[in-house]
């Protein structure tokens, strides 16, 4: 009896043992450490190829557009759209490729999240139609989505269009849209009119517009292809609401390897964005600004870009602008200045610059209240020379209280091709700046002008 006794004890025994055994770490379970006896956490090695089980994957469409050898044939903008809005109506991301040839723009080409627009090179050019405009025959009033005309003639279904009187053509006073039908001299768009715009005052309509733009839209690339704005037939539109390559509340864009020529008004414009890359740019023959980043638009990047022969300025940098590095760039022989800042453009970098033969200065501060100067912009290791070949410029003009303005490392020279008076300009506004280790030869009148009070 005493041994059946002590045989079940031992059975017993046996069992809690194994029972409470640490488990083996092959297992992937948790097991007890000998210095502590706690839990160790379960080892998890985590497949970052795996397959989700929530989403499923959606692999980006390439889609071809221009002659035979392409997925789209034809050379128009209606083309290249047919393409993005099949990416943008399927998988929701992917490339247009564009092969080489001279594309007929009558709207802008609309870009959506995620999709890239890539041409061929130099040779794949987007050009905007002719020009035509009307003359309103009835006053056209805030939110109508119609216009009636003198002549319609010249317009048709899809074109993109603005629409102004002549006080109300500048900055977000212009309203743009797109025809979606036309009877008789009445013209419907598909945007409300954001103003009153009247019959006597000269109210026009106008087929000028961007080439292309993305608005509302995030992570879109635009690289290697030629834009040209036919200037010579096409109205002034402004830059605020339009460009040769337009932007508008956009998040996380890079337009590289472009070429911008004779577009009436700003080659590139990005007016409301954030992160947006602009590199290894050409921009010439403008009627205003090569690049104009502005209405808050912070995190820019211009970098490597060739901006001259704008009628106005290389780099227009206007309205709460900040945050940004401009670098490497050439800016040169435009109609006002190379560079000018203003309105709350702060903490902005610019650095190795080439910036020279400008009309008036190489580089202006424009006028601002103390509030709304451009503060603590850092300019360093630029080369500013021969800037003022219209009138009398300067290096650098500051026309206005910026604080932590710093200057230094830079060359200013003037070898007689321009009239850049002095390397800097403080204007009788001016707060001090730190200036320091530049450069300064050949300067009629000193290396610093301060204006008297």
Not at 178 to 202: E, F, Q, W
Request: aromatic share 6%.
């Amino acid at each position: 009896m005493k041994a059946i006794s002590l045989l079940l004890l031992l059975i017993i025994f046996a069992a809690c043992f194994h029972e409470n055994k640490p488990a083996s770490d092959k297992t992937g379970y948790s097991s007890l450490t000998k210095e502590t006896g706690y839990l160790k956490e379960p080892s998890i090695v985590h497949d970052t190829q795996a397959v989700s089980v929530v989403k499923p994957i959606v692999v980006g469409k390439r889609i071809s557009v221009g002659g035979t050898n392409a997925i789209i044939h034809g050379y128009t903008s209606e083309a290249i759209q047919t393409a993005i809005d099949a990416i943008h109506n399927s998988c929701k991301s992917g490339t247009v490729l564009l092969l080489p040839g001279i594309y007929d723009i009558i709207a802008p080409v609309r870009l959506y999240d995620n999709i890239s627009l890539v041409g061929s090179g130099a040779n794949t050019v987007l050009k905007k139609c002719r020009g035509f405009r009307s003359s309103f025959a009835l006053d056209a009033d805030y939110g109508e989505l119609q216009v009636t005309v003198t002549d319609a003639s010249g317009f048709k279904t899809g074109m993109g269009v603005c629409i102004f009187d002549e006080g109300q053509r500048s900055g977000w006073d212009l309203t743009t849209a797109r025809i979606t039908g036309i009877k008789g001299n009445v013209i419907s768009i598909d945007d409300y009119l954001l103003r009153d715009y009247h019959a006597d005052k000269k109210g026009t309509i106008s087929n000028n517009c961007s080439v292309i733009a993305a608005v509302d839209a995030e992570n879109v690339t635009i690289e290697n292809l030629t834009v040209d704005g036919s200037r010579e037939s096409n109205d002034m539109i402004d830059g605020c609401r339009a460009g040769g390559i337009y932007l508008h509340k956009v998040h996380k864009a890079i337009i590289d390897n472009v070429i911008v020529k004779n577009f009436n008004c700003d080659g590139i414009s990005w007016q409301l964005t954030e992160y947006i890359t602009v590199r290894n740019c050409e921009i010439y023959g403008c009627a205003n600004s090569g690049l104009h980043p502005g209405t808050g638009s912070p995190f820019t990047l211009i970098e490597g870009n060739n901006s001259h022969d704008n009628e106005g300025y290389g780099l227009f940098v206007c309205w709460r602008v900040r945050n940004g590095i401009v670098r490497n760039n050439s800016f040169h022989n435009n109609g006002i200045n190379g560079i000018s800042t203003g309105h709350k453009d702060v903490d902005m970098l610019y650095a190795g610059n080439q910036i020279f033969e400008n009309g008036s200065d190489g580089i202006q501060l424009r006028g601002e209240l103390s509030l709304n100067a451009p503060h603590r912009n850092i300019f360093r290791n630029n080369r500013i020379e021969n800037n003022g070949v219209k009138e009398k410029g300067y290096g650098i003009s500051v026309n206005c209280n910026a604080e932590g303005v710093v200057i230094e490392d830079n060359i200013f020279s003037n070898s007689g091709n321009g009239k850049q008076d002095a390397a800097l300009l403080l204007t009788k506004n001016s707060l001090p700046v730190e200036f320091k280790n530049n450069t300064i030869t050949g300067q009629p009148e000193r290396e610093v002008t301060k204006e008297d009070k």
